[in-house]
């Protein structure tokens, strides 16, 4: 069983950063690739990025690809989520997910939701323009 928390969600302004972590618990963390999604209200929950068992191949959505960027410490069992040059549209609830295997590849938008092992609770991120 593992436990996936979430923190670092807050309110910016429109051209801040904020720095998102995910905290596992259990001792398999890098059995599991890391992935991130997001939901606004009234959308359907989005992937965003992920990264691979050993971080060595990661993938983002086009809409973050060059302001967002995953990286993990399987020492820590923490995955990370750095988000620069925020924007309005980013205002969602932002939710880490696990997925076992240890691939050196990935999907690069992401799985069907089904296909997720483990989730977070959420951390809200708000960016006022």
């Known amino acids: 069983q593992v436990q996936l928390v979430e923190s670092g969600g807050g309110l910016v302004q429109a051209g801040g950063s904020l720095r998102l972590s995910c905290v596992a618990s259990?001792?398999?963390?890098?059995?599991?690739?890391m992935h991130w999604f997001r939901q606004a209200p009234g959308k359907e929950r989005e992937f965003v990025t992920a990264?691979?068992?050993?971080?060595?191949?990661?993938y983002y959505a086009d809409s973050v690809k060059g302001r967002f960027t995953i990286s993990r410490d399987n020492a820590r069992n923490t995955v990370y989520l750095q988000m620069d040059s925020l924007k309005p549209e980013d205002t969602a609830v932002y939710y880490c997910?696990?997925?076992?295997?240890?691939?050196?590849?990935?999907?690069?938008?992401?799985?069907?939701?089904?296909?997720?092992?483990?989730w977070g609770q959420g951390t809200q991120v708000t960016v006022s323009s």
């Open positions: 997910a696990a997925r076992s295997g240890r691939n050196n590849y990935l999907s690069s938008t992401g799985y069907s939701l089904r296909e997720y092992d483990y």
């Open positions: 259990g001792r398999t963390f890098s059995a599991y690739s």
């Open positions: 990264i691979t068992w050993n971080g060595g191949s990661t």
